[in-house]
């Protein structure tokens, strides 16, 4: 390879690894990368030498040290970060660039836009649903006074750092700080409990939370939807993680004692972070190491045809109350960071094609289903979020719930019917984080559901979110902090009941009424937002919140983005 062929490609790997783990702002080809200079034809040529130059394993080494020398001259992140970034990903990532389907204008249409070619992987599979005629739909019948209850705990997106020191820098150079070793950018200390900024939390402060619920139930089970280490994904060693996963576990054992927990893997477990390669991955690439852990931390939790599939590919479900089955699901076998997807797209695992089949037994035999996973449908690769889709209008007289993580934000996302996308059947609940990254409150949920009786429907009746605030609890660094009500969405909403319908109508008021929507967005980030959310912002929030499927903005026709790239949620995970 030339020299210059060499920096190109180098500087190809730098980005794609760098980029998306890093706190930098800008498109992912950004032109002072120097790409605007970079041809169709040119691109497509380098990607092609990529492909071949990348099966000698001496250039492998080669292609790695141009991608630091890039990632320090372009100053993508902090030298150490660059180093210690491409050192972790360049063997997985390069191995699955080796054995991916990508064709040269895919790759280029991601780099250079659509003029050179067409991004989209696996637009065009769809899954096989049985040849049985779906139930006809019923709206929901509220249960009767008097009716039991239930409430279950809700916890994602812990984030645990282990090297958060009270007192450190809270703003910083690299992409996570208030860590002991964080290089300062501004006198601007981390505080006991957390900190406003790009930081993770302390273990005292997670302690603190569940010594809180501990006191706090009756809780009927806990669904906990991952994330559990932090954000140094530069630095983290699959040693670590599992250590992680130990403690965590441990502590919400300790805390929760007999309460049944049922959880569901996130992108943060994995080392590197998002590297969830399908069950086709054999040998020291597999997630085999993480998978059969996590079943060793949790059989304590689940039955035994649960911990298989778990092992197997990250995914289970079992049945947790009389008429109730839970289904968690792997989402990173839709997530657009997971590079490994590369090499399968096509419902990776058969995971969906597993759920349709769950489904249907569950719908055959009279049962209600709560789906949990980490990453909300909506932020999928879009293939794998229209099927999903699909699966949820086809089974939506047994589909319950839906509950999900990942954003860090208190949100959700409606799912309409397919023929005229006009009557919702479904949400998405999608819960705030117990991180405070970025500029949050640390955070709990509580779901009211319909309890435990003869033809209960087990939706969700209300829910509460409960938080820390961290203005007032580092005032007094050594008193029990308090973790209050924030708020109930039914009452602060003024919603007559939690069906499909109540939050169309939600965003429907939402537009109609502005006082109600900052009201939203003051929730949305846990009860600590700096901006007003106005004009593009408000249109992006309330096309999101319309759209439980990737890249559609059918449901958005009456606001400004019809026919515009849509506006992104905020990525903090």
């Known amino acids: 390879m030339t020299h210059r062929m060499l920096w190109y490609i180098g500087g190809l790997l730098a980005l794609l690894v760098v980029w998306p783990y890093s706190t930098g702002q800008g498109p992912l080809m950004d032109m002072r990368y120097g790409w605007s200079n970079v041809t169709c034809s040119t691109c497509k040529a380098l990607v092609i030498a990529l492909d071949i130059s990348l ?34 990903f360049k063997h997985e ?51 009767q006074p008097g009716s039991p209850v239930s409430r279950v705990l809700f916890l994602t997106d812990i984030h645990w750092d282990h090297s958060y020191s009270p007192g450190s820098p809270a703003t910083c150079k690299e992409p996570l700080c208030c860590r002991n070793h964080s290089t300062s950018s501004s006198h601007n200390p981390s505080g ?54 130990t403690i965590i576990t441990g502590l919400i054992k300790k805390y929760l004692g007999p309460v049944p927990v049922y959880p569901a893997v996130g992108n943060h477990e994995s080392a590197p972070v998002n590297s969830f390669p399908p069950p086709s991955v054999y040998g020291n690439l597999s997630s085999g190491w993480l998978y059969h852990a996590m079943a060793q931390e949790w059989q304590g939790w689940l039955p035994h045809p649960a911990l298989e599939t778990l092992r197997t590919a990250g995914f289970y479900t079992t049945r947790i109350a009389p008429g ?100 919702p059947l ?39 979110t409960y938080i820390l605030n961290l203005t007032e609890a580092n005032k007094k660094p ?48 846990k009860g600590h937002v700096g901006e007003v959310c106005q004009e593009s912002c408000k249109t992006g929030v309330i096309c999101a919140l319309r759209t439980g499927r990737s890249s559609d903005l059918r449901l958005c026709k009456d606001l400004d983005v019809y026919g515009k790239p849509a506006q992104k949620r905020k990525s903090l995970c």
Not at 328 to 357: H, K, R
Not at 495 to 524: G, I
Request: aromatic content about 12%; some cysteine.
């Open 192 to 245: 006991y409990w957390g900190e406003y900024s790009t930081c993770d939390l302390p273990l005292h402060t997670i302690e603190s939370l569940l010594q809180h619920v501990s006191t706090n139930g009756p809780f009927e089970r806990v669904y906990w939807t991952g994330d559990i280490p932090a954000h140094n994904v530069w630095e983290q060693t699959r040693s670590q993680q599992l250590g992680a996963l």
């Open 324 to 423: 109730l089955r839970l289904v968690s699901l792997n989402m990173n076998f839709c997530a657009i960071e997971n590079f490994w997807l590369l090499i399968n797209y096509t419902d990776p695992a058969g995971q969906l094609q597993w759920l349709v089949g769950v489904l249907q037994d569950a719908e055959n035999n009279h049962e209600k289903v709560h789906i949990i996973g980490h990453i909300p449908p909506g932020l999928c690769l879009k293939s794998w979020s229209w099927n999903y889709y699909r699966i949820v209008s086809r089974y939506e007289g047994t589909i319950a719930a839906q509950f999900f993580g990942h954003t860090h934000l208190d949100e959700f996302e409606i799912f309409y019917d397919e023929e005229t996308l006009s009557r």
């Open 478 to 525: 050594q008193e029990k902090p308090q973790w209050i009500l924030l708020y109930s969405a039914l009452r602060t909403y003024g919603m007559k009941s939690a069906y499909p319908s109540d939050w169309e109508d939600l965003v429907q008021r939402f537009l109609r009424d502005d006082q109600l929507f900052q009201t939203f967005w003051y929730l949305y980030h």
């Open 426 to 464: 479904s949400v998405a609940f999608i819960a705030p984080s117990v991180t405070t990254f970025i500029n949050l409150n640390p955070g709990f949920r509580v779901y009211l559901v319909d309890g435990e009786y003869p033809e209960s429907s087990h939706v969700v009746l209300d829910h509460e």
């Open 93 to 143: 990532m390069i191995t699955a660039w080796v054995m991916s389907v990508l064709r040269p204008s895919e790759v280029c249409g991601l780099l250079l836009g659509r003029d050179c070619g067409h991004w989209d992987i696996g637009s065009e599979w769809n899954i096989t649903l049985p040849p049985v005629p779906k139930p006809p739909a019923h709206p929901p019948v509220p249960p």
């Open 55 to 88: 099966q000698v394993e001496s250039n492998m080494e080669l292609v790695a040290e141009v991608a630091v020398k890039v990632c320090k001259t372009l100053h993508l992140e902090e030298e150490g970060v660059c180093q210690q970034v491409v050192e972790l």
